[in-house]
T-cell receptor, first 117, second 112 residues
Framework: AQSVTQLGSHVSVSEGALVLLRCNYS??????LFWYVQYPNQGLQLLLK??????LVKGINGFEAEFKKSETSFHLTKPSAHMSDAAEYFC???????????????FGKGTKLSVKP | DSGVTQTPKHLITATGQRVTLRCSPR?????VYWYQQSLDQGLQFLIQ???????AKGNILERFSAQQFPDLHSELNLSSLELGDSALYFC???????????FGQGTRLTVV
């Protein structure tokens, strides 16, 4: 069965500092992997996705993630945090990997990012 | 704005009651997904419909049911409601072919 583990339910960084949100996955098939962001009282917005092409994936708002098969990881990074990045971030794996639907997702428990001025 | 519309935004109802949540997918999207987000369970996939037919089922209770209509909008019906059903319910849609899902803003259900 596929699963996603996000390390750290809360991460706090200073404005301008590196953002690193950790995600490890478990999958018996090659995975599709996603990062979504949820701002307060809003829905989920796709930041980026990995679907077996380049292992370094660039997303919106300056975020990127690297797929590392040997470490079963898909960590999200941003070189310089901005106050507007404060939100909850979810890592997800598409059920059944390449054969599965990209909307049929298994989510991690989320990481709340706080950005200090 | 994702283009996915959910109504109502908020719903307060009593235990034992039945409610219907509505979702209009993005124009042209054939797949609709329903998710439940709660503090204890996190985000859980409930069910997927594709062009009117059930495609996949997740952790959906027997008290819950869904359908997708010919105009592609979808409804999630929740019955015999319990306090533990209080949650944020999201609808998402995706297009033809295997593409990413776009989420609506959710319906917050409070059962009292």
């Amino acid at each position: 069965a596929q699963s996603v583990t996000q390390l750290g339910s809360h991460v706090s960084v200073s404005e301008g500092a590196l953002v690193l949100l950790r995600c490890n996955y478990s999958s018996s098939v090659p995975p599709y992997l996603f990062w979504y962001v949820q701002y307060p009282n809003q829905g989920l917005q796709l930041l980026l996705k990995y679907t077996s092409a380049a292992t370094l994936v660039k997303g919106i708002n300056g975020f990127e993630a690297e797929f590392k098969k040997s470490e079963t990881s898909f960590h999200l990074t941003k070189p310089s945090a901005h106050m507007s990045d404060a939100a909850e971030y979810f890592c997800a794996v598409s059920d059944l990997g390449y054969g599965g639907s990209q909307g049929n997702l298994i989510f991690g428990k989320g990481t709340k990012l706080s950005v200090k001025p | 704005d994702s283009g996915v519309t959910q109504t109502p935004k908020h719903l307060i109802t009593a235990t034992g009651q039945r409610v219907t949540l509505r979702c209009s997918p993005r124009s042209g999207d054939l797949s609709v997904y329903w998710y439940q987000q709660s503090l204890d369970q996190g985000l859980q996939f409930l069910i997927q419909y594709y062009n009117g037919e059930e495609r996949a089922k997740g952790n959906i209770l027997e008290r819950f049911s869904a359908q997708q209509f010919p105009d592609l909008h979808s409804e999630l019906n929740l019955s015999s409601l319990e306090l533990g059903d209080s949650a944020l319910y999201f609808c998402a849609s995706s297009g033809v072919g295997n593409t990413e899902a776009f989420f609506g803003q959710g319906t917050r259900l409070t059962v009292v």
